[in-house]
């Protein structure tokens, strides 16, 4: 659904890569926006939503690049509401996935290891709380994305390490029943998150798309 979303602007990023503005995104502002009670907690609220769509900005350049490097035109960079993806002009080899899927987190990996080591060498004040919100929101991505379930960069991750050891067929299968164990977990560790961290993810991990994974035939 999110790959039709409409794009509010478009601009250049590095290679060349068109990047789009999704229109979803404002519903993301307003969720942020809607938190702020005083002018400085509005403040603060608009400077974690921009570090938030950087890293995940960054985060899908990974992936950009993960593709570039190997000959792989890449269409846009797409940032929506509900986060963002890279979409290819041309398909890939498995071996060729490996890489470019899994340069999403590692640029999670790297920015939240630099903010871990900038963090503490810095004064108090607001560079300060940026650095550390940018290595938190990383370190979030990181764990999110790696995650073993469809279309999480760590289920595609997942399938690919099944097929080097395994027929693609039986691949698939495992890569769905591992997805569709975490899939049919996830709405209850999300309410169990809620109570306990006051946090919910919007991503429901696709229930069906595992389902068929499994029933796929040889």
């Not at 269409?75 to 340069?103: D, H, N, Q």
């Not at 996830?186 to 029933?215: K, N």
């Given at each position: 659904?999110?790959?039709?979303?409409?794009a509010?602007?478009?601009?250049?990023?590095?290679?060349?890569?068109?990047?789009?503005?999704?229109?979803?995104?404002?519903?993301?502002?307003?969720?942020?926006?809607?938190?702020?009670?005083?002018?400085?907690?509005?403040?603060?609220?608009?400077a974690?939503?921009?570090?938030?769509?950087?890293?995940?900005?960054?985060?899908?350049?990974?992936?950009?690049?993960?593709?570039?490097?190997?000959?792989?035109?890449?269409?846009?960079?797409?940032?929506?509401?509900?986060?963002?993806?890279?979409?290819?002009?041309?398909?890939?080899?498995p071996y060729?996935?490996?890489?470019?899927?899994?340069?999403?987190?590692?640029?999670?990996?790297?920015?939240?290891?630099l903010?871990?080591?900038?963090?503490?060498?810095?004064?108090?004040?607001?560079?300060?709380?940026?650095?550390?919100?940018?290595?938190?929101?990383?370190?979030?991505?990181?764990?999110?994305?790696?995650?073993?379930?469809?279309?999480l960069d760590?289920?595609?991750?997942?399938?690919?390490?099944?097929?080097?050891?395994?027929?693609?067929?039986?691949?698939?299968?495992?890569?769905?029943a591992?997805?569709l164990?975490?899939?049919?977990?996830?709405?209850?560790m999300m309410?169990v998150?809620?109570f306990?961290?006051?946090?919910?993810?919007?991503?429901?991990?696709?229930?069906?798309?595992?389902?068929?994974?499994?029933?796929?035939?040889?």
């Amino acid at each position: 659904m999110f790959r039709d979303d409409v794009a509010l602007f478009e601009f250049r990023g590095p290679w060349g890569v068109p990047v789009q503005i999704g229109s979803s995104i404002l519903f993301l502002v307003l969720v942020f926006v809607s938190f702020g009670a005083s002018p400085q907690e509005l403040a603060y609220d608009v400077a974690f939503l921009i570090l938030v769509l950087v890293s995940i900005y960054l985060h899908e350049l990974g992936h950009a690049w993960g593709s570039l490097i190997q000959g792989l035109p890449v269409k846009r960079i797409m940032l929506y509401g509900g986060g963002g993806f890279c979409e290819r002009s041309s398909a890939a080899t498995p071996y060729e996935e490996e890489l470019l899927v899994a340069m999403g987190p590692i640029v999670n990996a790297v920015i939240w290891a630099l903010a871990v080591l900038i963090g503490p060498l810095l004064p108090e004040g607001g560079v300060a709380w940026a650095v550390e919100m940018l290595g938190m929101i990383n370190f979030f991505l990181l764990v999110f994305n790696l995650m073993p379930v469809m279309p999480l960069d760590g289920g595609k991750l997942f399938h690919l390490m099944m097929l080097r050891l395994m027929r693609p067929d039986w691949a698939m299968r495992v890569a769905g029943a591992v997805g569709l164990i975490v899939a049919l977990a996830w709405v209850p560790m999300m309410i169990v998150s809620f109570f306990s961290l006051g946090f919910v993810l919007l991503f429901i991990p696709p229930i069906a798309l595992h389902w068929e994974m499994v029933r796929r035939p040889a």
